[in-house]
């Protein structure tokens, strides 16, 4: 089983151009999550969606959109990249609502520099 | 809003017990999830409490204390390998987990 799937791996992109990083899951998941994560500031929601077809805000949302089509895709696209974007970006689903722990599973990361 | 603090870094002996603390304010709580995260990999789950207590799996141990707003992760006999970053994350409404900066912990021989 593969999990969850991210590309690219590792990305340097200037200043003012777009992007968008993927995440597909395999694990028929209805919850997924982007977290970017900084030196000194931990792990940070940027935007997550609860089951195909919604989406919502995390912690720090701005210069960041997202989609979820279906079940199993859930890109990341920053519009128009800053340096302040530079980053490692986690993907994550879960299998929320149902009984027990909502444990989050995380992909491997995609470290985006922009310069 | 939220709050969770956890110390920053930690150093512990090869064999040793070690406990790292997490406290937390949130507006809400639906249960505490702790994640190790090796350097350059992904977090992956820990341990979770929902309850007060001790929950135990294996060499590692966590346990919950609602009304104070604080846990900990305890980890026994430890191993080279156990050199990481410990993530505590919290769930306060949502499925969202809220995550602590993160306690960077160093094994020493």
């Known amino acids: 089983t593969a999990g969850i799937t991210q590309a690219p791996t590792s990305q340097i992109l200037a200043a003012g151009r777009s992007m968008t990083l993927r995440c597909t899951q395999d694990m028929r998941h209805n919850a997924m999550y982007w977290y970017r994560q900084d030196l000194g500031l931990g792990l940070r929601l940027i935007h997550y969606s609860n089951t195909a077809g919604t989406t919502g805000k995390g912690e720090v949302p701005d210069g960041y959109s997202v989609s979820r089509a279906n079940t199993d895709d859930f890109p990341l696209t920053l519009a128009s990249a800053v340096p302040s974007q530079t980053s490692v970006y986690f993907c994550?689903?879960?299998?929320?609502?149902?009984?027990?722990?909502?444990?989050?599973?995380f992909g491997a990361g995609s470290r985006l520099t922009v310069l | 809003g939220q709050n969770i603090d956890q110390p920053t870094e930690m150093t512990a002996t090869e064999g040793a017990i070690v406990q790292i603390n997490c406290t937390y304010q949130t507006s809400g709580f639906n249960g505490l999830f702790w994640y190790q995260q090796h350097a350059g990999e992904a977090p992956t789950f820990l341990s979770y409490?929902?309850?007060?207590g001790l929950e135990e799996k294996g060499r590692f141990s966590s346990f919950l204390s609602r009304s104070k707003g604080y846990s900990y992760l305890l980890l026994k006999e430890l191993q080279m390998k156990d050199s990481a970053s410990y993530l505590c994350?919290?769930?306060?409404?949502?499925?969202?987990?809220?995550f602590g900066k993160g306690t960077s912990l160093l094994v020493t021989p």
């Open positions: 409490n929902v309850l007060d």
């Open positions: 994350a919290v769930i306060d409404s949502g499925y969202a987990l809220n």
């Open positions: 994550a689903s879960s299998d929320a609502g149902t009984a027990g722990a909502n444990v989050l599973t």
